[in-house]
């Protein structure tokens, strides 16, 4: 079984920071891209950042500038930090990987439960 588990969120005010982190367990063999969504209340996910196995991240536009994400491939994690939060930020967010559970395996999409973010004004 495989296991996302995301940690970090909280409440914080507009202006302010904070660190998301995402740990991969369980059967993997390997993890390709690592991505983070979010979904605020009342509206559809949306995807928020991604980074490769290589490293290239790339960047929805509402973040660009003031998320950065980053990956240790050694320990399965990706982390999301944001920095100037707006209170549009304010959202569900949920850390998604494409991965192999084993080394014939099918690249399947899993998500972990998601950490609740607040900004306020």
């Known amino acids: 079984q495989v296991q996302l588990v995301e940690s970090g969120g909280g409440l914080v005010q507009a202006g302010g920071s904070l660190r998301l982190s995402c740990a991969a367990s369980?059967?993997?063999?390997?993890?390709?891209?690592m991505a983070w969504y979010r979904q605020a209340p009342g509206k559809q996910r949306e995807w928020v950042a991604g980074?490769?196995?290589?490293?290239?991240?790339n960047y929805a536009d509402s973040v660009k500038g003031r998320f950065t994400i980053s990956r240790d491939n050694d320990k399965n994690m990706s982390d999301l930090k944001m920095n100037s939060l707006k209170p549009e930020d304010t959202a569900v967010y949920y850390c998604?990987?494409?991965?192999?559970?084993?080394?014939?395996?099918?690249?399947?999409?899993?998500w972990g439960q998601g950490t609740e973010v607040t900004v306020s004004s």
């Open positions: 369980g059967s993997i063999f390997s993890i390709g891209t």
């Open positions: 980074i490769t196995s290589g490293g290239i991240s």
């Open positions: 998604n990987a494409d991965l192999r559970r084993f080394r014939d395996d099918d690249s399947g999409r899993y």
